[in-house]
Structure formats: structure tokens, C-alpha cells
T-cell receptor, first 113, second 113 residues
Framework: GVTQSPTHLIKTRGQQVTLRCSSQ?????VSWYQQALGQGPQFIFQ???????GRGNFPPRFSGLQFPNDSSELNVNALELDDSALYLC??????????????FGPGTRLTVL | GQQLNQSPQSMFIQEGEDVSMNCTSS?????WLWYKQDPGEGPVLLIA?????ELTSNGRLTAQFGITRKDSFLNISASIPSDVGIYFC?????????????FGQGTRLTINP
């Protein structure tokens, strides 16, 4: 399945953070979501073939990478208190109709103090 | 960010009761998905619907893709304690751009002993 690291992370305002994700075997598309407490996940961006394939309403200080083995990173610079959330990675296969069904990892709980 | 309208927000039922929840959108989607999320975990896919009017079952779960492509419902029959959790609907536009998922706010299901 999809794995994410670390499980939990505590940072202070202004710091930078890197979150990691390993896709499910055979999946070549990775999407990242932010889930605030009590809310549904919000789309941050998606990567396919190591390029950003689309972006939600998040500022440029949220950036990502996808590697040749389809693993991925989410980087957040200049952390703000509102960045405290569960960050979810989802992988999916690419089909003729676009990205297939997305399967989620367990998430990384980020707390910004 | 964009979200779907999911109702009810919470449900308190007795074990053995049937459950029904629904999701509506002002936009059309060509894929509807239902996920369940337990505390501290990522969403787990329950049912995926790919065609307007489609009715799909997965054990005690049944979901339908609305004819207008703007709504979906999920039914759970004969609820059991392990059904407790938060249920999310998600809409997706496959074949266009980033294939992002747009989520509802979730329905929290509690089963009274």
C-alpha cells in the first residue's frame, strides 16, 4: 500500500518541513492533500512523470517532487500556524481516462507551534 | 476551497439499524467515490462509481451515482460496531487536468451500545 513518513512532526513557525510518500506498486501518479481538523481533505497538487500535473489553491511555499521510482515529497517553507493539519498522500495508476482511483496513505500529522 | 455538501454531518444510531447519507454538488463529476476514515488514519476506499445511474454494492454497503451526475448516496445495512468512523464522499473529473478529488465535509457515524 501507500506509506508515509514521518507519522507525526512538530515544527515552529518559519521553519521548513519535508514529508515523504511511497506509492503503491504499479502506481505512477501521486497526489497530496491537506486535511484540517474536522474537515475533508483539500487538494494541494498532483505529480505524474516527475512533473506537477495540477495544483489546488495553495501558495508557492508548498512545493513537491516526484522521483523516478514514483516516490514523492511535499515541502512546505516558512511554516504558519494554519499549516497544522494531517497531510495525506494518495497514489493512483494512470489510465486512458486520466488518473485512476486514488488510494491514500495513513498521513503525517504536522503541528506548527 | 471547493467542497461537496454532505449530509447529515453526524448520525447516532443503534447497532443493527440501516444508515443513509448523501452528497450533492453544484458541479458535475464523472466519478464518485466513498471513503471511510478512522481516527489517525488515512481514508480507505469503500466504493467507486464511474457511470451516471450506477448502483454498486460492497457487502453491506450500497452506493449510487446520481443521474444528474451532481449527487451520490451511500447506504449501510444492519450496522455493526466496526462501522463507526467518518465517511467522506468525493467527486472526480477524470480525463481533465489534474484528476483532483473534491471532498465533502464528512458524516460522523456513532453507534450507541
Amino acid at each position: 500500500g501507500v506509506t508515509q513518513s514521518p507519522t507525526h512532526l512538530i515544527k515552529t513557525r518559519g521553519q521548513q518541513v519535508t514529508l515523504r510518500c511511497s506509492s503503491q506498486s504499479g502506481h505512477n501518479t501521486v497526489s497530496w492533500y491537506q486535511q484540517a481538523l474536522g474537515q475533508g481533505p483539500q487538494f494541494i497538487f498532483q505529480y505524474y512523470r516527475e512533473e506537477e500535473n495540477g495544483r489546488g489553491n495553495f501558495p508557492p511555499r508548498f512545493s513537491g517532487l516526484q522521483f523516478p521510482n514514483d516516490s514523492s515529497e511535499l515541502n512546505v517553507n516558512a511554516l504558519e500556524l494554519d499549516d497544522s493539519a494531517l497531510y495525506l498522500c494518495a497514489s493512483s495508476p494512470r489510465t486512458s481516462g486520466g488518473a485512476g482511483t486514488q488510494y491514500f496513505g495513513p498521513g503525517t500529522r504536522l503541528t506548527v507551534l | 476551497g471547493q467542497q461537496l455538501n454532505q449530509s447529515p454531518q453526524s448520525m447516532f444510531i443503534q447497532e443493527g439499524e440501516d444508515v443513509s447519507m448523501n452528497c450533492t454538488s453544484s458541479s458535475i463529476f464523472n466519478t464518485w467515490l466513498w471513503y471511510k476514515q478512522d481516527p489517525g488514519e488515512g481514508p480507505v476506499l469503500l466504493i467507486a462509481l464511474y457511470k451516471a445511474g450506477e448502483l454498486t454494492s460492497n457487502g453491506r454497503l450500497t452506493a449510487q451515482f446520481g443521474i444528474t451526475r451532481k449527487d451520490s448516496f451511500l447506504n449501510i445495512s444492519a450496522s455493526i460496531p466496526s462501522d463507526v468512523g467518518i465517511y467522506f464522499c468525493a467527486g472526480q473529473l477524470r480525463g481533465q487536468g489534474a484528476q483532483k478529488l473534491v471532498f465533502g465535509q464528512g458524516t460522523r457515524l456513532t453507534i450507541n451500545p
